[in-house]
């Protein structure tokens, strides 16, 4: 069972959720809306990479998975830091955890 693609899939809703829920942040916190749209990129970047490497992750999923599992990471230490962390944040580290370890569990 594939968890990479289901992890990443989750992800990319969850943030696409996110920014459509605050559409003013775009205008009034530019850098935070961008950051959002980054991180939506970066997971949906993973399920399509995923998607075509279905029996064994390549070197592009690996990194990626990487890349959004330590990118999620520092959110949430950012998150905690400012006392600001929200159940959202917790759970996008857990799916890049659990998106990272599949990759690697596969390789």
Same mark, same amino acid.
């Not at 594939?2 to 559409?23: I, S």
């Not at 390549?58 to 159940?87: C, D």
């Given at each position: 069972? #594939? @968890? *990479? ?7 990319? &809703? /969850? *943030?696409?959720?996110? =920014?459509?829920?605050? +559409? ?9 809306? =961008? ?6 990129? @970066?997971? =949906? ?5 995923? *998607?075509? #490497?279905?029996?064994? +992750?390549?070197? &592009? *999923? ?13 959110? =949430? %230490?950012? $998150? @905690?830091? $400012?006392?600001?962390?929200? +159940?959202?944040?917790? &759970? %996008? ?5 659990? %998106?990272?370890? /599949?990759? @690697?569990?596969?390789?």
């Amino acid at each position: 069972m #594939q @968890l *990479t693609n289901g992890a990443a899939v989750a992800g990319a &809703a /969850d *943030t696409a959720v996110f =920014l459509a829920q605050r +559409p003013q942040m775009f205008r009034q916190a530019r850098g935070r809306a =961008l950051g959002s749209a980054g991180f939506g990129a @970066l997971w =949906l970047a993973l399920a399509a990479s995923s *998607t075509a #490497q279905r029996r064994r +992750p390549g070197a &592009a *999923t690996l990194a990626l998975a990487g890349v959004v599992a330590a990118a999620n990471g520092a959110m =949430l %230490a950012v $998150h @905690l830091r $400012h006392k600001i962390a929200s +159940p959202r944040v917790f &759970a %996008a580290a857990a799916l890049s955890g659990v %998106a990272l370890a /599949d990759a @690697l569990r596969r390789r």
